[in-house]
């Protein structure tokens, strides 16, 4: 009984962070101490906030470039379960 209970709080975890494929987990790295603004689009409407050290998802494959040549990424804040938008990649450090 005892096995049935341990092995039903793992899948309870296991399905409670949703795994994420195509993601990398990465970290705001903003100099400036200011929060990183995530956006709809590029350059597009705040949507969200992170702050330097915060745990921050990458969607690989969703990157785009604004018309300065800059690179955004598609993100999600750890707290979410959905993507949130898109941030200014200068600013995000992935391993």
């Given at each position: 009984m005892k096995s049935i209970v341990v092995?039903?709080?793992?899948?309870?975890m296991a399905l409670s962070t949703p795994a994420r494929a195509g993601s990398l987990d990465c970290r705001v790295a903003d100099p400036t101490g200011t929060p990183l603004n995530i956006r709809m689009q590029p350059n597009g409407q705040i949507v969200a906030h992170a702050r330097t050290g915060d745990l921050i998802q990458v969607f690989s494959g969703e990157e785009k470039t604004d018309n300065r040549g800059r690179l955004w990424y598609y993100v999600a804040l750890n707290t979410s379960s959905a993507p949130d938008g898109y941030a200014l990649a200068d600013y995000i450090r992935c391993p």
């Open positions: 092995s039903a709080a793992i899948m309870t």
